[in-house]
């Protein structure tokens, strides 16, 4: 799970806005204006018939400011990305 969900950055993050469109998800904000230092990124890669599938994650970042619960406060009542 991408650690961008707990952190204070969340909504104005270059990089958890690169997610977002690698997911096909709607943005948190249109025009981000955070630039992280050191994001590490997970992308897994899994295939079904011939279809393949990309899953990112940001599992690591200097800039991660812990604020527990802000991107389901930010999207109340929708489910957590995974």
Same mark, same amino acid.
């Given at each position: 799970m991408c650690i961008c969900i707990d952190c204070q950055h969340v909504d104005a993050c270059t990089t958890y806005h690169a997610v977002e469109a690698q997911h096909q998800q709607p943005h948190l904000t249109e025009h981000p204006d955070f630039e992280p230092t050191k994001p590490t990124i997970n992308v897994n890669i899994r295939t079904h018939d011939t279809e393949i599938q990309m899953e990112?994650?940001?599992?690591?970042? @200097?800039?991660?400011?812990? @604020?527990?619960?802000?991107?389901? #406060?930010? #999207?109340?009542?929708e489910l957590l990305p995974t």
């Open positions: 990112w994650d940001v599992v690591g970042c @200097e800039s991660f400011y812990p @604020e527990w619960g802000k991107w389901a #406060r930010l #999207r109340p009542g």
